[in-house]
């Protein structure tokens, strides 16, 4: 079994796309239960399940399992262990209550509506959306 936690993304940090979430967007999925996919590299099979999600200081905070009887989950789990997936992405496209960010390209999500899959990746699009901690074992 592993068991990892990190955010998925960080509040009022502009991703790659120049994408910036607002703090507390994800409240209202979070009340509803949402489970997005678990996936890599925003591809494939789905890896493992999220088991938690919650909003604190930096941002959406995720805390997830992944599925170790499954090629995509031991490949996923050895990754982690080894460094090569350091982060977590939101899946495209960002839905919610979202407005131009003036004199930028960028964006700006007061509100997430929606969040198809949540994968684990090599270099998150948002800097600070990092796996923290990780623990395997065998129970």
């Known amino acids: 079994m592993m068991m990892f936690a990190g955010h998925a993304t960080a509040y009022g940090v502009a991703a790659h796309d120049e994408d910036v979430i607002g703090h507390g967007a994800f409240a209202d999925l979070i009340r509803q239960g949402f489970r997005p996919k678990m996936l890599m590299m925003h591809e494939g099979s789905e890896i493992g399940g999220w088991l938690e999600f919650r909003e604190d ?10 599925d170790l009887k ?70």
């Open 70 to 139: 499954s090629a995509g989950g031991r490949q996923a789990s050895a990754k982690i262990e080894t460094g090569e997936f350091t982060g977590l992405s939101l899946g495209a496209p960002l839905i919610g209550e979202i407005r131009q960010i003036a004199g930028t390209n960028g964006r700006f999500c007061r509100r997430v509506l929606a969040v198809p899959e949540i994968s684990l990746v090599t270099e998150p699009a948002n800097p600070m959306a990092r796996i923290l901690s990780f623990t395997a074992g065998t129970a």
């Open 57 to 66: 200081d930096i941002g959406l905070l995720a805390i997830g399992r992944l």
